[in-house]
C-alpha cells in the first residue's frame, strides 16, 4: 500500500520561502509519478508541479514557473517542493500525489492520482 506523509508547510510572509516535503513508502521499484496539489475551499485542487521518476520529467503550472522547484530523492522516496518569492494567492493546502504514470496531459488533473497525503497548509500573509 503507497502511504504519503507530507510535512513542511506554515506561516510565511509574502516574498519567503518554504520547502515541502513528501515521504513515500510502498512503491517497491516501479517507477512512479508523484506530483503537489493545492486547494482553498471553494475551488478545485489544482495541480502545482509533478515530476514522472521514469524519465525525470518535470511539470509546472503557469502560476508558479521560475518560482517553485519540484524535486525528488529516489533512493529516499521523498519528494520536495521548494517555494521561493511566495505570494498571498499561493496560500492553500498542499497535498502530495502519486501514482505510476503520468505525462504531459495527465499530470494536473488530480483525478489522475489514486493515492494522497494529508496535506499541509501553506499561508502567505503580504
Known amino acids: 500500500q503507497v502511504r504519503l506523509v507530507e510535512s513542511g508547510g506554515g506561516s510565511v510572509q509574502a516574498g519567503g520561502s518554504l520547502r515541502l516535503t513528501c515521504a513515500a513508502s510502498g512503491y517497491g521499484d516501479s517507477s512512479y509519478c508523484m506530483g503537489w496539489f493545492r486547494q482553498v475551499v471553494g475551488k478545485e485542487r489544482e495541480g502545482v508541479a509533478a515530476?514522472?521518476?521514469?524519465?525525470?520529467?518535470?511539470y509546472y503550472a503557469d502560476a508558479i514557473k521560475g518560482r517553485f522547484t519540484i524535486s525528488i530523492d529516489v533512493a529516499k522516496n521523498t519528494l520536495y517542493l521548494q517555494m521561493n518569492s511566495l505570494k498571498p494567492e499561493d496560500t492553500a493546502i498542499y497535498y502530495c500525489?502519486?501514482?505510476?504514470?503520468?505525462?504531459?496531459?495527465?499530470?494536473?488533473?488530480?483525478?489522475?492520482?489514486?493515492?494522497w497525503g494529508q496535506g499541509t497548509q501553506v499561508t502567505v500573509s503580504s
Open positions: 500525489a502519486a501514482d505510476y504514470y503520468c505525462d504531459d496531459n495527465t499530470w494536473p488533473h488530480a483525478d489522475e492520482y489514486n493515492y
Open positions: 515530476v514522472y521518476t521514469h524519465d525525470g520529467t518535470t
